[in-house]
């Protein structure tokens, strides 16, 4: 079945570490975004990719990396940096960047920082 | 920037009857598409419906329909014949059109969590 995958489910990390989410798609797409949702919030874009190889920061990026060698894989990593990286997040793609197309999404990784 | 506004952080229907999740936006552009997108307890995100503004015809998808009001900036979500399974946070969106990069992700809405009655 074509699909997102995300992984791990839950993930929990202590101060000052490193995690890297995993986000997988056997969709053929082109873009591929992560975002970040908290209690009562909407999703908010942390980065995206549009092509293998290349990658742009969103509105809320900083603590945050990603890289896109694959097209289909788009680890994120979010690092020590982030402040407070508590929080649900969401793994999407799309055809592509510029058209209508809806994005499609995984099931999340729900981080905690322990 | 464009903005998105769910106003009702909570409704609640029920089992079998018809209800409306309104969205209104903001933009000065003439064309981009907006979504509806539902979000179960499971927390998958999960398209319903998809709307191009140049287009005057509602979109429908089975139970789920729109009420697509441009010059009023308004894009509502009914659901007919409402099921304990339509239960779920509902987000309202809107993406730009032909635009890639950051000008051409989505934004969201800040949610409607929808309760159905038994």
């Known amino acids: 079945d074509g699909g997102i995958t995300q992984s791990p489910k839950y993930l929990f990390r202590k101060e000052g570490q490193n995690v890297t989410l995993s986000c997988e798609q056997n969709?053929?797409?082109?873009?591929m975004y992560w975002y970040r949702q908290d209690p009562g919030q909407g999703l908010r874009l942390i980065y995206y990719?549009?092509?293998?190889?290349?990658?742009q920061k969103g509105d809320i990026a900083e603590g945050y990396s990603v890289s896109r060698e694959k097209k289909e894989s788009f680890p994120l990593t979010v690092t020590s940096a982030q402040k407070n990286p508590t929080a649900f997040y969401l793994c999407?793609?799309?055809?592509?960047?510029?058209?209508?197309?809806?994005?499609?999404f995984g099931p999340g990784t729900r981080l905690t920082v322990l | 920037a464009q903005t998105v506004t769910q106003s009702q952080p909570e409704m609640s229907v029920q089992e079998a009857e018809t209800v409306t999740l309104s969205c209104t936006y903001d933009?000065?552009?003439?064309?981009?598409?907006l979504f509806w997108y539902k979000q179960p307890p499971s927390r998958q995100m999960i398209l319903v419906i998809r709307?191009?503004?140049?287009?005057?015809q509602n979109a429908t998808e089975n139970r789920f329909s729109v009420n697509f009001q441009k010059a009023a900036k308004s894009f509502s979500l009914k659901i007919s014949d409402s099921q304990l399974g339509d239960a779920a946070m509902y987000f309202c969106?809107?993406?730009?059109?032909?635009?890639?990069?950051?000008?051409?992700?989505?934004?969201f809405g800040k949610g409607t969590k929808l309760s159905v009655k038994p």
């Open positions: 999407a793609s799309s055809i592509d960047a510029r058209s209508g197309m809806a994005q499609y």
């Open positions: 969709l053929n797409h082109d873009a």
């Open positions: 990719s549009q092509i293998v190889n290349d990658f």
């Open positions: 933009t000065s552009e003439s064309d981009y598409y």
């Open positions: 709307q191009e503004a140049y287009k005057q």
């Open positions: 969106a809107y993406r730009r059109m032909n635009y890639g990069g950051s000008q051409g992700n989505l934004i």
